[in-house]
T-cell receptor, first 118, second 112 residues
Framework: NAGVTQTPKFQVLKTGQSMTLQCAQD?????MSWYRQDPGMGLRLIHY???????DQGEVPNGYNVSRSTTEDFPLRLLSAAPSQTSVYFC?????????????????FGDGTRLSIL | KNEVEQSPQNLTAQEGEFITINCSYS?????LHWLQQHPGGGIVSLFM???GKKKHGRLIATINIQEKHSSLHITASHPRDSAVYIC??????????????FGSGTQLTVLP
């Protein structure tokens, strides 16, 4: 199993450009999420999904769109990139199981995408 | 004040030393995670705790629910343990409470 695969690993964009960060997992996990990591701020949740066709906003959703057409894929779209979106982006997935089991499911992270907006 | 506070922010140790990283949180939780982020950026889940203590090799994690505090210990530290260690909490089992709230991390450097 490949786990959680993120592409690209690095990207430089100009302000106003659009792009899609790809995330795929092969573990049949229902729950997928996108985080951004900025110095001194820890990981912050952008959007998440609890299954195909279901997405919801996290802590910092503005400027980002997501969709979940399949269980495996959870792309993150920047419609009009801004310098404030310069960050490292992580995709993660986990199984949901029952409500009681959810807390005991490990979170699997991708290797991250380092994005710079000029 | 952040819901999850870690200390210290930076820690430098000599190889072989016993290391403790602390995590305090201000909300009720259903689970606490310790994560390790390698210098290359990859993040690995080390422990998930809801009570008591867990041990994997040289790593030990403890949690005190009443005091809202967890510690990550590394025995016989080694330079390969150098990484950022992140504490994260989950407040509940349903809805937005299932999301993880992360501390800002502790940068550990172990010198040979």
């Amino acid at each position: 199993n490949a786990g959680v695969t993120q592409t690209p690993k690095f990207q430089v964009l100009k302000t106003g450009q659009s792009m899609t960060l790809q995330c795929a997992q092969d573990m049949n996990h229902e729950y997928m999420s996108w985080y951004r990591q900025d110095p001194g701020m820890g990981l912050r949740l952008i959007h998440y999904s609890v299954g195909a066709g279901i997405t919801d906003q996290g802590e910092v959703p503005n400027g980002y769109n997501v969709s979940r057409s399949t269980t495996e894929d959870f792309p993150l779209r920047l419609l009009s990139a801004a310098p404030s979106q310069t960050s490292v982006y992580f995709c993660a997935s986990r199984a949901i199981g029952t409500l009681e089991e959810f807390s005991n499911q490990p979170q699997h992270f991708g290797d991250g995408t380092r994005l710079s907006i000029l | 004040k952040n819901e999850v506070e870690q200390s210290p922010q930076n820690l430098t140790a000599q190889e072989g030393e016993f290391i403790t990283i602390n995590c305090s949180y201000s909300v009720g939780i259903s689970a606490l995670h310790w994560l390790q982020q390698h210098p290359g950026g990859g993040i690995v889940s080390l422990f998930m705790l809801s009570s008591g203590k867990k041990k994997h090799g040289r790593l030990i994690a403890t949690i005190n629910i009443q005091e809202k505090h967890s510690s990550l210990h590394i025995t016989a530290s080694h330079p390969r343990d150098s990484a950022v260690y992140i504490c994260a909490v989950r407040r509940g089992l349903s809805g937005s409470a299932r999301q993880l709230t992360f501390g800002s991390g502790t940068q550990l450097t172990v010198l040979p």
